[in-house]
């Protein structure tokens, strides 16, 4: 196969095979791949990682719905909390240095210490509540996840076979859905009976549960994952053509999503006229979206290959965003629109996590957690871009995220041709 770049040494570019990195074949190639042993046990632990992340996910998605009722519970407007929410953003971008411990001192280091983050944030509310502890317990426990989930793909990359690899993360992504699905009306359910403040002690309790198990149940690494230096590791992702075109993928997609994700709840209102009741079919419409994209990931990432999946999911991700103009005349095509923009982009962004795993093997927490940023990133450039492009008409931002996608498809093909 005719490569684009020079080749680095083996130890950064992973073991994926030339068909199987071309997104060509289906897994059967991708059964060539020397990968490492999978250890037994692996199914109740891979349970208790998807438990884990509801939890976790539940504390970090439920800071939407109930924005003013915390702010009130802590005397503050919504403006001051939407300066902590920007704070929150912010610890995406500082998640690799954090995350690099993994790398250096072990994926069970790694998740036990993102645990032991969320659950002090959570006593801090508990024990001290008023706002400034209400801002550190966000940062904390934003933090604690952006450890957790890197060491997790981390310690699953080390140990689960690149073919069935899509599969088992994509189990553990439910996590996402299910805290907003689950979670979130339940302590919605808590606040309503009894206050603010009234899940932060279930969740002391839960991630001291959680802690506990993890430490029982994780085999201990039998060694550091790696002898280099942060900054060696640093070192690998940003010199590496493979990750760093996975990145742009990530972030790109993240992007194509992030301009109408900004703005759906406005179009609605305008639209429609209806918010409470647009607003909250959207939201389970989305919820189940997600849900449905991981349940597609879990089934057909491994069998088309993960490059071709994250291809196929940016090329209807791009017919999904042209149907929301065409669709969104009436309400309840806008709604169906929605489903399918927000199913196409969970699909995409699922099947990506396996393939980021295996770029770089010597440095995969730390990746992982590059990973992170780049979608906070992505993100970030479209909240300033869709403000903009809504001003000029739905219709640009609909060929807002057709462009990102395409982009994120041209950075897909890179993936595939550097080793």
């Not at 570019?13 to 020397?34: F, L, Q």
């Not at 996910?57 to 009722?69: G, S």
């Amino acid at each position: 196969m005719k490569q684009n770049v020079s080749a680095p040494p083996p130890k950064e570019t992973g073991n994926i095979p030339p068909r199987a990195e071309t997104g060509t074949t289906s897994s059967r190639a991708e059964t060539g791949t020397t990968t490492p042993r999978a250890e037994a046990g692996t199914t109740s632990q891979v349970v208790a990682f998807t438990i884990t992340r509801t939890i976790i996910n539940t504390l970090h998605r439920m800071v939407y719905p109930f924005l003013a009722v915390l702010a009130r519970g802590v005397g503050v407007d919504i403006l001051t909390m939407s300066y902590v929410l920007t704070a929150r953003s912010l610890v995406g971008t500082v998640g690799p240095f954090a995350a690099a411990v993994a790398d250096r001192r072990g994926r069970r280091f790694g998740m036990l210490f993102g645990i032991g983050l969320f659950t002090l944030g959570t006593a801090l509310v508990v024990f001290w509540p008023v706002f400034p502890a209400l801002v550190l317990s966000i940062i904390l426990s934003t933090l604690g996840k952006y450890i957790f989930d890197p060491s997790m793909q981390a310690w699953l990359g080390d140990r689960i076979p690149y073919i069935r690899r899509g599969r088992t993360m994509a189990v553990t992504e439910f996590g996402w859905s299910l805290a907003f699905l689950l979670g979130v009306p339940l302590v919605g359910y808590m606040i309503a009976r009894n206050g603010w403040m009234a899940p932060f002690p279930l969740f002391v309790l839960l991630g001291g549960i959680l802690f506990a198990t993890m430490f029982f149940m994780l085999p201990r690494d039998s060694s550091p994952s790696t002898a280099d230096s942060p900054a060696s590791n640093f070192r690998l992702v940003l010199t590496s053509s493979p990750a760093l075109a996975g990145l742009a993928v990530g972030l790109l997609a993240s992007a194509a999503n992030e301009v109408v994700n900004l703005i759906f709840g406005v179009w609605l209102e305008q639209s429609f006229g209806l918010q409470i009741a647009a607003l909250g079919a959207a939201s389970a419409v989305i919820g189940l979206s997600e849900l449905g994209g991981e349940g597609l990931v879990a089934a057909f990432v491994d069998r088309l290959g993960k490059p071709r999946a994250i291809g196929l999911g940016l090329a209807a991700n791009c017919l999904a965003a042209l149907g929301l103009f065409f669709l969104g005349r009436t309400e309840a095509g806008a709604l169906v629109g929605l489903f399918f923009f927000y199913i196409t982009f969970e699909f995409t962004l699922v099947s990506i996590i396996p393939l980021m795993t295996e770029l770089l093997p010597s440095a995969r927490a730390t990746l992982m957690a590059f990973n992170v940023a780049a979608l906070s990133l992505g993100r970030a450039v479209a909240d300033l871009l869709a403000p903009r492009l809504y001003g000029l008409g739905f219709w640009f931002v609909v060929l807002g995220a057709v462009g990102f996608n395409l982009l994120a498809l041209a950075a897909l093909r890179k993936v595939k041709t550097a080793r």
